[in-house]
């Protein structure tokens, strides 16, 4: 990489561009990038449908060259520097964080094979309740009324659901206590793992506590989403022209599966998989909440289900942040549970009025006014 970087120096060549392949481009990326080349990364997908391809790789180089030239290269998305390291950090704190739900399925499964069905009763197996027991069945307890009985607040008036649901703990051998003693453990590491995690990831983006304040105001976004999403899309909005480019580039937006008069089906793009994940679990929160995105949100669930509201609250979502971030101290105002049926009353009225209006002879054309701008300055003019 450093006598490739001579050699382009030699030749006084100002700019890189290379096409997006797996992993691979990382590492002449950041390379060149440190020398001080301007580095682009084709978007594979769009530089396929150019004309012109060569198959030999110089040839291809030479084409990829001329193409990025005459402006016919389409970017793509690349963190800066810093935001690289934050999201190392977050993503191995997402990956470890599903490792952990993985073990503690694993967990819950094993307890259903020898007739135990705690997680009918429990909310969370992995709970206080749910905790104690599994260290007494570990410990070789296998009375199903002294093991209801380890219940913990509100899970104490479930005590005889509990017995139930312990019957069959006499068919938990000790090669089955085996496992889950290991299960727990390595879910007790996994869990010191992530706790690390975030307080390194508190500490490098402590400089973004604006950007991550303001992403927490939205309905549904907690301390870690806003960390996450910030750790993918970056600070500023600078990258992302509108919304809808963001909305596009974290795979919230419908693909365009269209050729000629054929419509192909309906899908979701497929972007960022670590965005996508903050975006499932913060549309399923607002769903729960009383705002214009939790009304949203049920509405499309009834109607089309949940899987293609969570994608359309999370279209939202990200159309938000992008506005919020794109304006310093901005904090989310939403209009209200009762959007919807206030815009419903409005069309309604609409349609009784210019209804009326017919009814007497008019033809009536409707043209809304624009709202005033409180940050002009001088004496508006009356068109």
């Known amino acids: 990489m450093l006598a490739l970087a001579d050699w382009l120096r030699c030749w006084q060549v100002p700019a890189v561009v290379m096409e997006a392949t797996s992993d691979y481009w990382k590492g002449p990326f950041c390379r060149l990038e440190a020398e001080g080349f301007e580095c682009v990364l084709a978007d594979a997908k769009q530089v396929k449908n150019l004309p012109g391809r060569r198959k030999r790789d110089p040839a291809d180089s030479r084409w990829l060259a001329a193409c990025f030239e005459r402006g016919a290269v389409t970017a793509c998305f690349v963190a800066a520097p810093e935001f690289r390291i934050i999201r190392l950090h977050t993503r191995y704190r997402r990956d470890l964080t599903e ?10 499964k094993l307890l259903e094979s020898a007739a135990i069905k705690i997680s009918a009763v429990l909310t969370g197996l992995h709970g206080v309740t749910g905790r104690d027991i599994m260290d007494q069945l570990i410990a070789g307890q296998r009375n199903p009324a002294v093991l209801a009985q380890l219940a913990r607040t509100a899970a104490r008036r479930k005590i005889s659901q509990l017995e139930e649901a312990l019957e069959g703990a006499q068919f938990f051998t000790p090669a089955h206590a085996a496992l889950p003693a290991k299960m727990l ?8 793992d992530i706790g690390h ?22 309905p549904g976004w907690a301390r870690r989403a806003a960390q996450d999403a910030i750790a993918e899309t970056g600070a500023g909005m600078s990258r992302f022209r509108t919304g809808p480019h963001l909305v596009s580039w974290g795979g919230r937006a419908p693909a365009d599966h269209q050729s000629g008069q054929r419509k192909g089906r309906s899908t979701a793009k497929k972007g960022n998989r670590y965005l996508g994940a903050v975006l499932g679990e913060t549309a399923v929160a607002a769903g729960r909440t009383q705002t214009r995105e939790g009304a949203r949100h049920r509405r499309l669930a009834r109607r089309r289900g949940t899987a293609k509201a969570c994608v359309a609250t999370g279209n939202t979502q990200l159309k938000a942040c992008h506005k919020l971030l794109s304006n310093p101290g901005m904090r989310y105002a939403g209009p209200g549970p009762d959007y919807y049926e206030r815009q419903r009353d409005i069309r309604r009225q609409i349609a009784h009025h210019v209804g009326k209006l017919g009814s007497l002879g008019f033809e009536v054309t409707l043209c809304r006014i624009p709202e005033p701008n ?10």
């Open 99 to 108: 490792e952990r739900t993985r073990e503690k399925q694993r967990a819950e």
């Open 185 to 192: 453990a390595r879910t007790g590491r996994l869990t010191a």
């Open 197 to 218: 995690l975030t307080a390194v990831v508190e500490q490098l983006l402590a400089p973004y506590e604006e950007q991550l304040q303001q992403a927490e105001s939205m």
């Open 374 to 383: 409180p940050d002009a300055t001088g004496p508006t003019q009356a068109a």
